[in-house]
C-alpha cells in the first residue's frame, strides 16, 4: 500500500478518536457549567490533522502518480465518515439543522449509490470527485474546525461567550447544504449515463 492510501487509512482511523473527545462534554454543559472547552480543543485538532491528510494524500498521489481505484474509492469515503461524525455533534449541540444533516445524508447517499452502479457497470468504473465536490469537503471542514476551535477558544464561562460562534456556525452548516445539494446535483447530471435506464 502506498503511502497516499496510507495517509486516507489514518484519516479513517482518526474519526473514532475525533468521537471520543467530543463526546466527554457537549455544548449544554454550559448551563450548569459542566462544559470542558479542553475537550472541543483536543477533538478541533484532531480533526484539523485529519483534514490536512486530505489535502496531504491527494497532493502526493498526483505529485508521484500514485493514484489509484483505491484511492479513488477510499479518499472520498474517510472525508464523509469524517464530516458526517462531525455535523452529527454538532447538531447534538443545536447547531447544525436536521434539514442541513439530511441534505448532507441524501447527498453522500445518492452519490455513494451512483458510484457502487459505475463500478458493477460492464467496462466498471471507479468514478473520482467532482471540482464541486472537493468544494463541498473543504467548506465543511472549515465549518467544523471554526466550530470546535471558535467553541474552546472563546468560552468563558458563560454562554454569552460563545454566542457570535453558535451564530457564525449555524450560517456556515447551511451554506454547506446549499453548496453540498449543488456538488450533489452536479455529480449525478456528469455522470447521469450511468442511470439512464434507456440504455
Not at 485529519?50 to 500514485?66: C, E, I, N, Q, V
Not at 460492464?122 to 465549518?143: F, P, R, Y
Not at 449555524?170 to 456528469?190: E, F, P, Q
Request: glycine share 6%.
Amino acid at each position: 500500500m502506498n503511502l497516499p492510501n496510507k495517509l486516507t487509512l489514518t484519516r479513517i482511523i482518526l474519526v473514532p478518536v475525533f468521537m471520543v473527545f467530543v463526546s466527554l462534554t457537549c455544548l449544554d454543559g454550559i448551563v450548569d457549567g459542566n462544559f470542558k472547552p479542553m475537550f472541543y480543543l483536543i477533538a478541533g485538532i484532531v480533526f484539523a490533522a485529519a483534514s490536512f491528510t486530505d489535502y496531504l494524500d491527494g497532493h502526493l498521489a498526483r505529485k508521484w502518480k500514485m493514484v489509484t481505484d483505491f484511492g479513488k474509492f477510499a479518499d472520498p469515503l474517510a472525508d464523509k465518515l469524517l464530516t458526517t461524525v462531525a455535523f452529527i455533534y454538532m447538531m447534538r449541540d443545536g447547531v447544525c439543522s436536521p434539514v442541513v444533516l439530511c441534505i448532507i445524508l441524501a447527498r453522500e447517499f445518492a452519490v455513494s449509490g451512483l458510484r457502487m452502479v459505475a463500478a458493477g457497470a460492464k467496462d466498471g468504473k471507479v468514478i473520482a470527485a467532482n471540482m464541486w465536490g472537493k468544494v463541498k469537503t473543504v467548506l465543511q471542514m472549515l465549518s467544523i474546525i471554526f466550530y470546535f476551535f471558535g467553541i474552546a477558544l472563546t468560552y468563558r464561562g458563560t454562554a454569552d461567550s460563545v454566542a457570535v460562534v453558535v451564530l457564525v456556525s449555524v450560517a456556515l452548516c447551511w451554506m454547506v447544504a446549499a453548496v453540498t445539494a449543488i456538488s450533489g446535483i452536479k455529480y449525478l447530471w456528469d455522470n447521469r449515463s450511468f442511470i439512464n435506464t434507456a440504455k
